[in-house]
């Protein structure tokens, strides 16, 4: 696979940012409370069946004490149509906890801090830390993996280092880019049936020789 020049890696930074400079994410939500809850339900799920789930969870559990005092079944049903809904519950609730009892309930806007809370991984904290501090940071979920590859931003073969991948090549603005990056590959660059007809970055696909990314 053929990987992007810096020349042309400059000019897909520059496009990213041109179409989608406002972007945030399609997750509903209110304030960090909601927002992290919303991006931990979004694992391996779609952000439109989180916003389907979330307005009863957060009739039921408006906050952080409330979640960290759930009943452990009575979560699960709320969240049963979620992926993986079993071992949500309980980090859901392990994280409130600790929340509660280690940051005297107010959810901390620290990588660090974020990673140390039940079912909080690095790409968790950092789509949280991204959509709510514009923080400079770069997560890889599976359409940025997809578009990352196809542009030939990258040939890792993890999220982990295609994250290490974009961080080198983009440095700044990775806020906007990784907000980018989510809905092109959600809406254009689409795992089957790409809209190559409606993609603004034809010129720098890799896929077109051959590669393809799922």
């Given amino acids: 696979m053929k990987l992007s020049t810096k020349k042309e890696i400059a000019q897909i930074k520059s496009i990213f940012i041109?179409?989608?400079?406002?972007?945030?994410?399609?997750?509903?939500y209110k304030n960090i409370y909601e927002l992290l809850v919303c991006v931990m339900l979004s694992a391996q799920c779609?952000?439109?069946?989180?916003?389907?789930?979330?307005?009863?969870?957060?009739e039921?559990?408006?906050d952080i004490n409330a979640?960290?005092?759930?009943?452990?079944?009575?979560?699960?049903?709320?969240?049963?149509s979620c992926s993986f809904f079993n071992n949500k519950a309980k980090n859901?609730?392990?994280?409130?906890k600790s929340v509660s009892d280690n940051?005297?309930?107010e959810i901390p806007l620290d990588e660090t801090k974020l990673m140390s809370l039940a079912g909080v991984g690095q790409k968790t904290a950092h789509v949280v830390m991204i959509e709510y501090e514009n923080a400079n940071f770069m997560a890889v979920d599976t359409h940025v993996f997809r578009t990352s590859h196809r542009l030939g931003l990258s040939a890792a073969k993890t999220p982990e280092k295609t994250e290490l991948d974009?961080?080198?090549?983009?440095?700044?603005?990775?806020h906007i880019l990784h907000q980018g990056m989510v809905l092109f590959g959600r809406y254009i660059c689409k795992a089957k049936n790409p809209k190559c007809n409606e993609c603004f970055l034809t010129e720098f696909c890799?896929?077109?020789?051959?590669?393809?990314?799922?």
């Fill in 46 to 58: 779609t952000d439109k069946r989180v916003n389907i789930i979330t307005p009863a969870l957060f």
């Fill in 92 to 96: 859901l609730i392990a994280m409130a």
């Fill in 206 to 214: 890799k896929s077109k020789n051959g590669f393809k990314v799922k």
């Fill in 103 to 105: 940051f005297q309930g």
């Fill in 18 to 28: 041109e179409h989608y400079q406002n972007a945030k994410t399609e997750l509903s």
């Fill in 67 to 80: 979640l960290a005092n759930a009943n452990l079944e009575s979560l699960k049903l709320l969240i049963q």
């Fill in 60 to 62: 039921n559990y408006p």
């Fill in 166 to 174: 974009l961080v080198a090549a983009f440095k700044d603005d990775l």
